[in-house]
């Protein structure tokens, strides 16, 4: 079974600078995550997905990042401008369908590391 | 908003101690999860707890989710230096812990 995809692996900006970031998660699963973990912290909810539908965005800084998940498979995540707080590491996870009550375990790709200088 | 913190934020053991994670809510929780980072890695999933003082075990590491579903503990006996890394509490799948790392001093 193929993984969580996730591209680029590194990404290096300047400050004013838009980026975007791809997930693939695993097929069939319905949930997608996507997170932010700055060095040294634990990974923060940015966004969740059910299927094509929003189902958490209340940590996303909206006025600079946006995600879309238009067909319920693949993600993207961009921001635009970048600061240089927003260097960080942009983990993608997916897990099994939310609503279906019981809680799954969330399966993580290898992350996209930004820089921004 | 909730929060939810984890002691200590370090810890180097010798090979061989025992290692022990605490992880409180703000809030109870209606589950929580554990997940295991390696350096440079992504977080992968240990174990799940739900039920109220449930006790679960994976060879040397055993997890537990307090009474009141407000905390819970990880425990590895007899560290090995497969160990290292960083250990995370996921509180009801939407806020990871601040996270412990550990070192093992072989």
């Known amino acids: 079974e193929a993984g969580v995809a996730q591209s680029p692996r590194y990404k290096i900006i300047e400050k004013r600078q838009s980026v975007a970031f791809w997930c693939n998660p695993i097929?069939?699963?319905?949930?997608l995550y996507w997170y932010q973990q700055i060095l040294g912290q634990g990974p923060k909810l940015l966004i969740q997905f059910q299927n094509n539908g929003v189902v958490d965005d209340s940590q996303l800084p909206k006025d600079r990042f946006s995600a879309e998940r238009l067909k319920g498979v693949d993600s993207t995540l961009k921001i635009q401008p970048a600061k240089l707080e927003d260097s960080a590491v942009y983990l993608c996870a997916s897990s099994l369908d939310l609503q279906r009550g019981a809680p799954y375990e969330q399966y993580f790709g290898p992350g996209t590391r930004l820089t921004v200088t | 908003g909730q929060q939810v913190m984890q002691i200590p934020q370090y810890q180097h053991v010798q090979e061989g101690e025992d290692f022990t994670t605490y992880c409180n809510s703000s809030t109870t929780l209606s589950n929580i999860q554990w997940y295991k980072q390696r350096p440079g890695g992504h977080p992968v999933f240990l174990i799940q707890?739900?039920?109220?003082?449930e006790v679960k075990k994976q060879k040397r590491l055993t997890f537990q989710f307090g009474e009141a579903k407000k905390n819970s503990s990880l425990h590895i006996t007899a560290t090995q230096t497969t160990d290292v890394g960083t250990y995370f509490c996921?509180?009801?799948?939407?806020?990871f812990g601040t996270g412990t790392s550990l070192t093992v001093i072989p």
């Open positions: 707890l739900v039920k109220s003082g």
């Open positions: 097929s069939g699963h319905a949930t």
């Open positions: 996921l509180g009801n799948q939407f806020y």
